[in-house]
C-alpha cells in the first residue's frame, strides 16, 4: 500500500503546468497511470487524471529511499540512475563502513550475503561472519548466511555484483539461496549492477544535480570497531565526505536513528546538523 501511495505521489509531486524552476523532465513509467486507473471514482481521482496530459518534472517532493529497489538492485548505481530519470529530486545512501573504514552505501552493514552475489565468490565468501550453510529438511533447519560490509575492503566490495534483495530459506546451494528475490520485486534490471561507495553516491548525485539525504545506518559490529573506530569517528567521516566533495550544506539532510548522533552534529558540524533529521522508530 506505501508503494501505490508513493507512485500516486509521483503524480502529485511531479505534475505541474509549469515548473518552478527548469527541472529536468521525468519519466515515471505506466506504474502510475495503471494505478490512478484502478482508484474509485472521486475528486482525489479526477484531480490525478488531470495530470495524464501534462509533462513530469523532477521534484523533491519525491526522495529515492535506496534508488528504485522494486525494479533495480537498491543502493546501486543504476538503482539511483533510474530513481532519478523517474523524477526523485532528493536520494538516500544508507551509509555503514568496510573493515578498512571506507563508507560505502548498503541499507544493512550485514545485508552483502542477499543483496549481493558475495556469496558466488568464494574468496570474498570465505571471509563472511556467518559461511552459508545449506537448508536441511530432515531438521527444519532453513539455510542461512550473514555477510557484513565489515568482512570486506571497499576494493573487495567494489568487486561484487548487487542484485534484488531476497534469499531463498529452502536452499541446498548458494547459488540457491541468493535467488530467492521475492515475486514483488522484478528481476529484469539485476544484470550485475554496480554498489557505489558513499563518495562514489556524492559524485553521482552532485552530476545528476539532486539533493542528498544520508542515513548514517546503526553499526552491527561493536564500536569502537577494530579498538580505533568510534562511533563519532563515523559521523564525522560522513560529513566530512560531503565537505570534501565541496557539497554546501544546504543540499543534504544527515539522517540517524542514533539520537547521539544528531547531538555530535548539532554540536560538531552545525551547519550540517541544523537540518539533521532524527529517525524515531518509537511510533513505527
Known sequence: MRYVIFLLGILLGGCQVTPEVSE???QVGPRPLYLLSQLPEGDLKQRLEACRQQPFY?????????GAPLMFPEHSRASYQAAIDMGAG??????????DL??????AQCDLHQTTDILLRPELAAKCSIPFTPADPATGRVANARCCTSDITADEFGQLCAKMDGV??????AKDYIAGTPAW?????????????????????????????????QPEVSMPFQ????????????????????????????????WQDILYWLE????FGRQAVWLDERYE
Request: net charge neutral; proline share 6%; hydrophobic share 40%.
Open 268 to 271: 560538531h558540524e552545525p551547519e
Open 168 to 173: 531463498n530459506p529452502a536452499a541446498m546451494l
Open 227 to 258: 579498538q580505533q573506530y568510534t562511533q563519532q569517528h563515523f559521523a564525522q567521516q560522513l560529513v566530512d565526505e560531503y565537505k570534501a566533495a565541496g557539497v554546501a550544506p544546504s543540499q543534504v539532510y544527515l539522517q540517524s536513528f542514533n
Open 58 to 66: 523532477r521534484s523533491e517532493f519525491s526522495l529515492a529511499h535506496r
Open 102 to 107: 571506507q563508507l560505502v552505501c548498503r541499507h
Open 185 to 217: 520485486r522484478s528481476e529484469l534490471y539485476s544484470q550485475c549492477a554496480a554498489p557505489l561507495t558513499h563518495r562514489q553516491s556524492i559524485a553521482l548525485f552532485q552530476q545528476q544535480g539532486v539533493k542528498m539525504i544520508p542515513e548514517l545506518k
Open 24 to 26: 529536468p523532465l521525468a
Open 90 to 99: 532528493i536520494a538516500e545512501c544508507d551509509v555503514t563502513f568496510t573493515a
